[in-house]
Protein backbone atom coordinates (compact mmCIF):
# COMPACT_ATOMS: atom_id res chain seq x y z
CA UNK A 1 0.00 0.00 0.00
CA UNK A 2 1.08 3.15 -0.91
CA UNK A 3 1.59 6.41 2.13
CA UNK A 4 -0.15 8.87 -0.13
CA UNK A 5 -2.25 9.01 -3.27
CA UNK A 6 -2.99 12.22 -4.91
CA UNK A 7 -6.02 11.70 -7.13
CA UNK A 8 -7.08 13.47 -10.31
CA UNK A 9 -4.64 16.60 -9.86
CA UNK A 10 -3.67 18.39 -13.13
CA UNK A 11 -0.07 17.34 -13.21
CA UNK A 12 2.81 19.49 -15.16
CA UNK A 13 5.56 17.25 -15.20
CA UNK A 14 8.39 19.86 -16.39
CA UNK A 15 9.24 17.50 -19.62
CA UNK A 16 7.51 20.13 -22.27
CA UNK A 17 4.48 17.97 -22.78
CA UNK A 18 0.93 19.16 -22.43
CA UNK A 19 -0.65 19.34 -18.88
CA UNK A 20 -2.89 15.49 -17.76
CA UNK A 21 -5.01 14.30 -15.74
CA UNK A 22 -3.74 11.90 -13.11
CA UNK A 23 -3.00 10.18 -9.78
CA UNK A 24 0.34 10.01 -7.73
CA UNK A 25 1.07 7.76 -5.26
CA UNK A 26 4.11 8.13 -3.02
CA UNK A 27 5.61 5.55 -0.90
CA UNK A 28 8.68 6.23 1.59
CA UNK A 29 9.15 9.60 0.72
CA UNK A 30 9.53 8.46 -3.62
CA UNK A 31 6.90 8.94 -5.93
CA UNK A 32 6.03 5.41 -6.63
CA UNK A 33 3.67 5.60 -9.42
CA UNK A 34 2.03 8.39 -12.13
CA UNK A 35 -1.24 6.48 -13.58
CA UNK A 36 -4.75 7.70 -14.58
CA UNK A 37 -7.49 6.86 -12.13
CA UNK A 38 -4.68 4.09 -10.06
CA UNK A 39 -7.49 1.94 -8.15
CA UNK A 40 -5.62 1.15 -5.53
CA UNK A 41 -5.83 3.03 -2.35
CA UNK A 42 -3.15 4.71 0.44
CA UNK A 43 -3.06 5.37 4.00
CA UNK A 44 -3.72 8.98 3.02
CA UNK A 45 -5.59 10.07 -0.11
CA UNK A 46 -5.87 13.38 -1.08
CA UNK A 47 -8.63 15.13 -3.76
CA UNK A 48 -6.80 17.40 -6.52
CA UNK A 49 -9.10 17.58 -8.75
CA UNK A 50 -8.98 21.47 -9.91
CA UNK A 51 -5.54 21.79 -9.20
CA UNK A 52 -2.13 21.71 -10.68
CA UNK A 53 0.42 19.07 -8.84
CA UNK A 54 3.84 20.25 -10.58
CA UNK A 55 7.94 18.81 -9.24
CA UNK A 56 9.08 21.19 -6.93
CA UNK A 57 10.51 24.77 -8.19
CA UNK A 58 14.15 26.02 -8.56
CA UNK A 59 15.02 29.26 -7.40
CA UNK A 60 18.51 29.63 -9.17
CA UNK A 61 18.98 32.86 -8.01
CA UNK A 62 18.72 33.80 -3.92
CA UNK A 63 20.84 35.61 -1.09
CA UNK A 64 18.70 33.27 1.24
CA UNK A 65 22.10 31.76 2.86
CA UNK A 66 21.91 35.02 4.51
CA UNK A 67 18.34 33.62 6.11
CA UNK A 68 18.42 29.60 6.34
CA UNK A 69 20.06 29.66 9.05
CA UNK A 70 18.26 31.94 10.95
CA UNK A 71 14.57 30.23 9.37
CA UNK A 72 15.21 26.90 8.37
CA UNK A 73 11.78 26.01 7.50
CA UNK A 74 11.74 28.86 4.63
CA UNK A 75 8.13 29.21 4.91
CA UNK A 76 8.13 31.47 2.00
CA UNK A 77 9.69 30.23 -0.48
CA UNK A 78 7.63 26.62 -0.23
CA UNK A 79 4.46 28.03 -0.36
CA UNK A 80 5.51 29.33 -3.38
CA UNK A 81 6.43 26.07 -4.51
CA UNK A 82 9.92 26.24 -4.23
CA UNK A 83 11.70 23.11 -2.69
CA UNK A 84 15.66 24.14 -3.87
CA UNK A 85 17.75 27.34 -3.96
CA UNK A 86 20.81 28.09 -5.70
CA UNK A 87 22.31 30.55 -2.87
CA UNK A 88 25.79 32.82 -3.11
CA UNK A 89 25.34 34.59 -5.93
CA UNK A 90 26.54 37.62 -7.13
CA UNK A 91 29.80 37.19 -5.64
CA UNK A 92 28.80 37.26 -1.80
CA UNK A 93 29.06 34.14 0.19
CA UNK A 94 29.22 33.71 3.96
CA UNK A 95 32.12 31.59 4.12
CA UNK A 96 34.94 31.43 3.84
CA UNK A 97 35.69 33.11 6.74
CA UNK A 98 39.60 33.41 8.02
CA UNK A 99 40.65 33.59 11.47
CA UNK A 100 40.84 37.45 12.26
CA UNK A 101 38.79 38.26 9.20
CA UNK A 102 35.23 37.97 10.64
CA UNK A 103 34.43 41.55 11.16
CA UNK A 104 35.61 42.30 8.20
CA UNK A 105 32.85 40.38 6.04
CA UNK A 106 29.80 41.44 8.50
CA UNK A 107 31.14 44.73 7.49
CA UNK A 108 31.30 43.87 3.94
CA UNK A 109 27.64 42.45 4.28
CA UNK A 110 26.26 44.67 6.67
CA UNK A 111 23.92 46.30 4.02
CA UNK A 112 22.63 43.14 3.11
CA UNK A 113 22.37 40.92 6.53
CA UNK A 114 23.01 43.49 9.40
CA UNK A 115 21.34 40.52 11.19
CA UNK A 116 23.60 37.34 10.31
CA UNK A 117 26.46 36.48 12.82
CA UNK A 118 29.86 35.66 11.48
CA UNK A 119 32.00 32.75 12.52
CA UNK A 120 35.51 31.72 11.55
CA UNK A 121 34.84 28.94 9.31
CA UNK A 122 35.77 27.31 6.02
CA UNK A 123 33.72 26.29 3.52
CA UNK A 124 33.20 23.00 4.50
CA UNK A 125 32.80 24.19 8.49
CA UNK A 126 30.11 26.32 7.18
CA UNK A 127 28.20 23.73 5.23
CA UNK A 128 28.36 21.30 8.19
CA UNK A 129 27.13 23.94 10.17
CA UNK A 130 24.08 24.58 8.65
CA UNK A 131 20.71 22.81 10.37
CA UNK A 132 18.51 20.99 8.98
CA UNK A 133 16.50 23.23 6.21
CA UNK A 134 13.09 22.68 4.60
CA UNK A 135 14.39 23.52 1.09
CA UNK A 136 17.23 21.97 -0.82
CA UNK A 137 19.96 24.16 -1.39
CA UNK A 138 23.12 24.33 -3.89
CA UNK A 139 25.85 26.05 -2.78
CA UNK A 140 28.10 28.52 -4.37
CA UNK A 141 31.19 30.68 -3.46
CA UNK A 142 31.54 34.00 -4.20
CA UNK A 143 34.66 35.93 -5.79
CA UNK A 144 33.98 39.19 -3.93
CA UNK A 145 34.21 37.22 -0.62
CA UNK A 146 37.39 35.11 -2.07
CA UNK A 147 38.80 38.22 -2.88
CA UNK A 148 38.55 40.17 0.60
CA UNK A 149 39.33 37.14 2.66
CA UNK A 150 42.72 37.52 0.48
CA UNK A 151 43.45 40.88 0.34
CA UNK A 152 41.09 42.86 1.72
CA UNK A 153 38.99 45.95 -0.12
CA UNK A 154 42.34 46.97 -1.72
CA UNK A 155 41.80 48.39 -5.02
CA UNK A 156 44.57 46.52 -7.20
CA UNK A 157 45.22 43.60 -8.81
CA UNK A 158 46.25 40.65 -7.03
CA UNK A 159 49.86 39.98 -6.66
CA UNK A 160 50.80 35.79 -7.29
CA UNK A 161 50.74 34.91 -3.18
CA UNK A 162 47.19 36.40 -3.11
CA UNK A 163 46.12 35.07 -6.32
CA UNK A 164 47.32 31.66 -5.02
CA UNK A 165 45.67 32.46 -1.76
CA UNK A 166 42.07 32.99 -3.61
CA UNK A 167 42.86 29.59 -5.91
CA UNK A 168 43.56 27.66 -2.92
CA UNK A 169 40.50 29.03 -0.96
CA UNK A 170 38.21 27.98 -4.11
CA UNK A 171 40.06 24.75 -4.09
CA UNK A 172 38.94 23.97 -0.69
CA UNK A 173 35.49 25.12 -1.52
CA UNK A 174 34.90 23.28 -4.43
CA UNK A 175 36.40 20.11 -2.39
CA UNK A 176 34.02 20.82 0.32
CA UNK A 177 30.91 20.25 -2.43
CA UNK A 178 30.43 23.98 -3.44
CA UNK A 179 28.95 23.90 -7.17
CA UNK A 180 30.37 27.16 -8.54
CA UNK A 181 32.61 30.11 -8.01
CA UNK A 182 30.66 32.91 -8.89
CA UNK A 183 30.76 36.99 -9.50
CA UNK A 184 28.77 39.82 -10.00
CA UNK A 185 30.79 40.39 -13.26
CA UNK A 186 28.98 38.30 -15.99
CA UNK A 187 25.99 37.72 -17.76
CA UNK A 188 22.85 37.39 -15.59
CA UNK A 189 20.54 33.80 -16.33
CA UNK A 190 23.98 31.67 -17.16
CA UNK A 191 25.63 29.67 -14.98
CA UNK A 192 28.89 31.09 -13.94
CA UNK A 193 32.34 29.40 -13.42
CA UNK A 194 34.94 31.99 -13.98
CA UNK A 195 35.15 35.06 -13.45
CA UNK A 196 37.40 38.24 -13.09
CA UNK A 197 39.76 40.33 -10.98
CA UNK A 198 38.61 43.59 -11.11
CA UNK A 199 42.04 45.65 -12.31
CA UNK A 200 43.68 42.93 -13.65
CA UNK A 201 45.67 44.20 -16.48
CA UNK A 202 45.42 41.19 -18.40
CA UNK A 203 42.48 39.53 -17.46
CA UNK A 204 42.05 36.96 -19.81
CA UNK A 205 45.55 35.82 -18.01
CA UNK A 206 43.34 35.32 -14.54
CA UNK A 207 40.46 33.46 -16.97
CA UNK A 208 43.19 30.49 -17.50
CA UNK A 209 44.34 30.15 -14.23
CA UNK A 210 40.58 30.04 -12.85
CA UNK A 211 39.85 27.44 -15.92
CA UNK A 212 42.99 25.45 -15.33
CA UNK A 213 41.97 25.02 -11.68
CA UNK A 214 38.38 24.20 -12.53
CA UNK A 215 39.03 21.61 -15.33
CA UNK A 216 42.11 20.14 -13.62
CA UNK A 217 39.90 19.16 -10.99
CA UNK A 218 37.46 17.36 -13.13
CA UNK A 219 34.89 19.96 -12.28
CA UNK A 220 34.36 20.88 -15.98
CA UNK A 221 35.14 19.31 -19.10
CA UNK A 222 35.40 20.87 -22.52
CA UNK A 223 33.23 18.99 -24.55
CA UNK A 224 30.70 18.75 -21.93
CA UNK A 225 30.11 23.15 -21.14
CA UNK A 226 29.84 25.70 -22.87
CA UNK A 227 31.61 28.92 -21.56
CA UNK A 228 29.15 31.75 -22.01
CA UNK A 229 31.05 34.99 -20.69
CA UNK A 230 30.71 38.67 -21.07
CA UNK A 231 33.21 40.22 -23.29
CA UNK A 232 32.38 43.42 -22.51
CA UNK A 233 32.97 43.14 -18.73
CA UNK A 234 35.83 40.87 -19.41
CA UNK A 235 37.86 43.31 -21.85
CA UNK A 236 36.10 46.35 -20.51
CA UNK A 237 34.21 48.67 -21.86
CA UNK A 238 37.45 51.23 -23.69
CA UNK A 239 37.56 47.56 -25.47
CA UNK A 240 34.26 46.72 -26.68
CA UNK A 241 32.34 49.29 -26.79
CA UNK A 242 29.30 48.40 -27.89
CA UNK A 243 26.55 49.78 -25.95
CA UNK A 244 23.37 48.21 -24.45
CA UNK A 245 24.99 45.14 -24.82
CA UNK A 246 27.42 43.15 -22.91
CA UNK A 247 27.63 39.86 -25.23
Same mark, same amino acid.
Given at each position: ??????????????????????????????????????????? =???????????????????????????????????????????????????????????????????????????????????????????????? =??????????????????????????? =? =????????????????????????????????????????????????????????????????????????????????
Amino acid at each position: MHDLLIRGATVIDGSGGDPRSLDVAVRDGRISAVESRRTETAV =QEIDASGRVLAPGFIDIHTHSDFTLPLNPLAEAKIRQGVTTEVVGNCGFSVAPTLPGKAELLAHYLSASAPWLPFIETDFAGYMAAWPAIAVNTVM =QVGHNTLRLMAMGMENRPPNESELRHI =Q =QMLAEALDAGVLLDVSDRADHGHARAVDRVRQRPRPLDFLDDRLDLLLGRGLLHHDHHRFILSMRQILGARHWPCQGSDS
